[in-house]
């Protein structure tokens, strides 16, 4: 099980249930499940809901299954599958059971056929226009199918016909017989089976007919004797039917609904339909692009686990849909970066300097600390010679007041080396500064305690000769607009959301290899890009710049 890095009890309105059944004694064991459908990849807002079910399960000593409802072949894969399991994993659970809602496919067949012979359920012959011309409104209540008093010996003849492959997809539907009259319309005579031909990734062409969600899910919970079923608010006006459903197909454990907030973010879109969309589309570059709210794409991106089961317990769980600023996530891998990245020197855009009063040929090795929050981490050292790289934008040739970086004629200090004063400009026949010659006083070496003068501004830069050849990846959020309610987004995607660079960074660096964080001095964030690694042109994805004006 994972550990627990922050305190995982903070009280929520599921716990506080969860406690006093506990204590009540109407469970003895806490049984939770997370229960994705193979139709993508998961996604932030999952990440939220398996952290509850997780810990909230494993807090209490119960457990946890994760289960594939996998209900609809015609949407599933096993290529999810396996995308979901590993990203389970990689976020630190690990599932008590594994479970398929196919393999209870035969036991809620059963079930239907029981319902038929209750006289609770019919063989209805309207397609899903005419259904729904005859369900009502809110306003006003249903009519009776032309097929609901057939005969209970006609539907089971029917059913059993639907099974084999009798009639084409649309031609029939099962239907729960409750009342067309009901304020609830999810009891309005609800679907329970539907007919789709087509090959399952399971059970490959077993069946011809699949369980509606509302029938399958809460027999999967029975079955598996889940006591606390967690979904998420739009499900509230279902319960009743979930309720409906295990009371009368002679379920072996009475399991209950709660519903908590969807986790939606700003600048993103948090659906799996939505996110295929953009892969499908070539607007991402699959599933696990950086800039995708996907856990694969997060992950690639350079998040840790533990920022996100930290973000996950800060948003907590409450019983109204809101939006969370994209920013928050941010600054959890922030927090959990600051003591565990390596802290090196990386140039994304360069400019060159010649230091033109430093011997030719020679090199020196400088001290300098791994990260400066956290001594264990050791030092190493850093090559200075006479050609260096610096930011292109650390030199000014007419800078504004309060520009404490290099513009000609003044001084800079080298962070971990020497002060430079640059001497001269060299420029292209296009007026661009292509080099800069540059003068360094010997006397100001980085911890020699020079005390002469002092300058105000501190810039980094890569030895020439012991620079490595790297692309860095800069992101913005994928879409431009903060809320995305409807279905528009494709048009608000922000044409800047990625950015290639071509730089450098310090030789021999620490530890090379995917998905290696290092803070870049001055910079932020940056994790190893896994895709086609090659540690002679590393690819490195911005994780999160250095700061942020956003506040916890
Ligand atoms: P999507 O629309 O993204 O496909 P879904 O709810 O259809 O989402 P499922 O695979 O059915 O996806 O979801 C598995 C579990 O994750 C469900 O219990 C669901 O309630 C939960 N979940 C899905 N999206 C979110 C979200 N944004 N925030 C919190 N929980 C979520
Ligand atoms: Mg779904």
């Known amino acids: 099980m994972v550990t627990l890095d922050h305190a995982s009890t903070t009280s929520n309105f599921i716990r506080n249930i969860v406690q006093e059944d506990l204590d009540a004694g109407r469970v003895t064991e ?52 396996q995308a979901i399991e590993g990203d389970v994993r990689w976020l630190g659970f690990s599932w008590d059971d594994l479970c398929f809602a196919s393999d209870y496919f035969d036991e809620m067949y059963r079930r239907a056929v029981l319902l038929v012979q209750k006289g609770l359920a019919y063989v209805c012959d309207l397609n899903s226009q005419e259904m729904r011309e005859l369900r009502g409104t809110l306003t006003v209540p249903g009519q009776d199918s032309p097929y609901r008093n057939r005969t209970v010996h006609e539907n089971l003849d029917l059913l059993e016909r639907m099974k084999q492959g009798e009639f084409p997809d649309g031609a029939k539907v099962l239907r729960a017989k409750i009342d067309m009259a009901s304020p609830n319309l999810n009891l309005r005579d609800p679907v329970l089976y539907r007919i789709t031909h087509a090959t399952h990734h399971r059970t490959k062409d077993a069946w011809c007919i699949y369980p509606m969600y509302d029938f399958a899910h809460p027999i999967e919970d029975a079955i598996e004797g889940v006591t606390h079923s967690i979904c998420t608010l739009e499900f509230e006006d279902h319960r009743p039917l979930y309720d409906w459903i295990v009371e009368h197909c002679e379920m072996p454990s009475r399991p209950h609904q709660y519903e908590f907030a969807r986790l939606n973010m700003t600048n993103t879109v948090m659906s799996k339909r939505k996110l295929k969309q953009l892969v499908d589309e070539g607007v991402v570059d699959g599933w696990d ?23 996950a317990r800060e948003i907590g769980v409450a019983k109204s849909n809101s939006i969370v600023d994209g920013r928050m996530l941010e600054y959890f891998v922030r927090e959990d970066l600051k003591l565990k990245a390596l802290r090196t020197m990386a140039i994304l855009r360069p400019l060159k300097v010649v230091i033109t009063n430093y ?70 026949d296009m007026g661009e500064v292509v080099e800069l010659h540059c003068t360094y006083d010997p006397e100001t070496k980085s911890g020699s305690g020079f005390t002469g003068r002092k300058v105000k501004g501190t810039i980094h830069f890569v030895d020439v000769q012991h620079a490595q050849p790297a692309e860095f990846r800069l992101y913005e ?34 530890d090379l290899q995917p998905y290696t964080k290092y803070q870049f ?32």
Request: net charge negative; with cysteine.
């Open 477 to 510: 959020p994928l879409l431009l607009d903060e809320d995305q309610k409807d279905d528009e987004f494709l048009r608000h995607i922000n044409p800047r959301s990625l950015e290639v660079l071509r730089g450098y960074v310090e030789e021999g660096l620490q």
């Open 289 to 311: 692009d950086p800039r995708m709210p996907t856990i694969s794409g997060l992950r690639r991106r350079g998040y840790t686990p533990e920022s996100i089961r930290n973000f």
């Open 30 to 81: 806490v049984i939770t499940r997370f229960p994705p459908e193979p139709n993508g990849y998961l996604h932030i807002g999952h990440a939220k809901s398996i952290c509850l079910n997780f810990e909230l399960a494993h807090d209490v000593g119960g457990k946890t299954h994760l289960r594939f409802d996998d209900t609809n072949p015609v949407k599933e894969d096993v290529e999810y599958v």
């Open 359 to 428: 011997e030719e040929g020679k090199v020196e090795w400088l001290d300098a600390e791994n990260n400066a929050e956290n001594e264990a981490m050791g030092s190493r050292k850093i090559a200075f010679s006479r050609e260096i790289y610096i930011e292109q934008d650390d030199f000014m040739e007419n800078p504004p007041p309060k520009y404490f970086r290099l513009t000609q004629g003044t001084e800079v200090r080298l962070k971990h080396a020497y002060f430079i004063r640059c001497e001269e400009v060299i420029k292209n």
């Open 521 to 552: 001095f001055r910079h932020g964030y940056f994790s190893v890009d896994p895709q086609r690694f090659d540690a002679l042109h590393p690819v490195f994805n911005l994780v999160v710049p250095l700061k942020s004006s956003y506040q916890l």
